[in-house]
């Protein structure tokens, strides 16, 4: 019997770390199966997927620029993928596809399992209500933060996901939302959910949101800080990079098709020494 076949489509893929990581898991696990990089054109996703779905393959990871599609394709979704309103794991079972994110699940357990900070009971920074936010809010509120809110450089879309998300969010005013400028005192945890590490930018932000039991966590990931790191840095705040979540929403693709949960420490190790 041949390996069961996985691939993460995207374009650009020739980056994605996706294979190598799990490579990793499946013969940490011992599960028979193979993993590749998809390149899709821009306007192929819908026909690529069924096509890999026809010749036998299992499941997929979605990344830019298709996961908005890989949510309109999918016939099933889980709850955090109707939250997330993107899917980045797709499961092809008897001609069904079924749509999850393990992003923002992924963001979580880096958090407490890597960093060893509870969610629980904290004042939260999210900045950024785009996708990546969006993918995260749900998880986050699932760990039950004192606050958690939401910082946009235009207020409408913030607002926009307190709207959707308030009736997860339980009563006494737990999510708010606010433009960047606007948070004022320390947080115990500031996440950067923008793009604006891509382009070398930082968030309008207050220094004061920062104190020495702050950890700032970027969602993106290089071999040197980010400048959001660095600002955090430069206002005491303990730093975390967007590797950890790579890691860990593979780990929780993984558990979505094999059933097994695979461990991280050496990984997420292995791919830090690398960078």
């Known amino acids: 019997m041949s390996a069961a076949a996985y691939c993460v489509f995207g374009n650009p893929i020739a980056h994605s770390r996706s294979p190598a990581i799990h490579a990793a898991f499946a013969a940490q696990t011992g599960q028979d199966m193979v993993y590749e990089r998809a390149l899709v054109a821009l306007d192929g996703f819908a026909a690529a997927a069924h096509a890999f779905a026809a010749a036998g393959g299992r499941g997929a990871n979605v990344t830019v620029p298709f996961k908005l599609e890989a949510c309109a394709l999918a016939t099933a979704l889980t709850v955090r993928a109707q ?120 968030p309008p932000l207050a220094p004061a949101v920062f104190a020495a039991h702050t950890l700032a966590l970027d969602m993106m990931y290089a071999a040197a800080p980010t400048v959001f790191m660095q600002f955090a840095a430069a206002h005491g705040a303990q730093t975390r990079d967007g590797l950890g979540m790579l890691v860990e929403q593979a780990a929780e693709a993984f558990l979505v098709w094999r059933g097994v949960r695979p461990a991280t420490t050496a990984l997420l190790a292995q791919l830090r020494a690398g960078l």
């Open 83 to 202: 939250a997330a309103g993107a899917v980045n794991t797709l499961s092809f079972i008897d001609g069904e596809i079924h749509g999850d994110n393990t992003d923002g699940d992924g963001l979580v357990a880096d958090i407490v399992r890597n960093a060893g900070v509870a969610i629980a009971g904290k004042r939260v920074l999210l900045l950024g209500a785009g996708g990546a936010a969006r993918g995260a809010v749900l998880p986050l509120l699932e760990q039950r933060p004192a606050q958690l809110l939401i910082a946009n450089r235009t207020r409408a879309k913030a607002d926009a996901l307190v709207l959707q998300f308030a009736p997860l969010a339980g009563a006494g005013g737990i999510l708010q939302a606010c433009e960047f400028g606007e948070p004022d005192g320390a947080f115990d945890i500031v996440i950067n959910a923008t793009s604006a590490s891509l382009g070398g930018e930082l």
